[in-house]
């Protein structure tokens, strides 16, 4: 399957919508967003990953989120997770993520 990625700013926040599963074959997809948003200036003050249709996300995926988290961090942009599966929830308190990651 495919990831796709769908970025709509708003005045406060971006929301960044990802659809399909986060993989060692498409995490660049979403940390290639998160570099340009990164880039922006000025940079979002505010990201949430809405993860409403994600179906999947491997370990490189979960990795991901992390080096999306330290990306937007060191932009000074908050990344809060929005609509978590349960799946991908329990994945991510497997990881001890939930423990990172700000989730809504």
């Not at 340009?36 to 990201?47: C, D, H, N």
């Not at 990306?71 to 991908?88: D, F, H, Q, Y």
Request: no cysteine; aromatic share 2%; net charge neutral.
């Amino acid at each position: 399957m495919s990831l796709t990625v769908n970025v709509v700013p708003q005045p406060d926040v971006t929301v960044v919508s990802l659809s399909g599963e986060v993989t060692v074959k498409t995490y660049r997809q979403l940390t290639e967003v998160a570099d340009a948003l990164a880039q922006q200036s000025p940079p979002p003050p505010k990201v949430r990953l809405d993860l409403a249709q994600l179906n999947y996300i491997d370990s490189v995926g979960l990795g991901s989120l992390i080096k999306v988290f330290t990306t937007l961090k060191r932009a000074g942009t908050e990344l809060v997770l929005a609509s978590v599966a349960p799946a991908i929830r329990d994945s991510l308190a497997l990881t001890k993520l939930d423990k990172l990651l700000a989730i809504e």
